[in-house]
Nanobody
């Protein structure tokens, strides 16, 4: 099982990006997941998360600008980022907190590779 993050890039302040995190392999679904980011010289921080029931949680710095969502049919979690600011510049990582496998099995805490987001002023 792998998580593949994509969608990063260079955008001007005020612009938008949508990050995608696709689970591949023998996966039945991504039950719970989170998006994290790490800026140069800073610790990795949680940006947004979604539970198996669809509840979402956001860091104060991104509330009302970012939206996390999930497409169960595509085994994909998204992060829609609007009104981007230079301080959003970071490498963004997806984390599969709980991934559903066949036969009632689960994987926990699976990390994807990062995708870089750069916001210019």
């Amino acid at each position: 099982v792998q998580l593949q993050a994509s969608g990063g890039g260079l955008v001007q302040a005020g612009g938008s990006l949508r990050l995608s995190c696709v689970a591949s392999g023998r996966v039945r679904g991504i039950d719970a997941a989170g998006w994290y980011r790490q800026a140069p010289g800073k610790q990795r921080e949680l940006v947004a998360s979604i539970t198996s029931g669809g509840s979402t949680n956001y860091a104060d710095s991104v509330k009302a600008r970012f939206t996390i969502s999930r497409d169960d049919a595509k085994n994909t979690v998204y992060l829609q980022m609007n009104s981007l600011k230079p301080e959003d510049t970071a490498v963004y990582y997806c984390n599969g907190a709980r991934i559903r496998l066949p036969f009632g099995n689960y994987l926990h805490d699976v990390w994807g590779q990062g995708t870089e987001v750069t916001v210019s002023s």
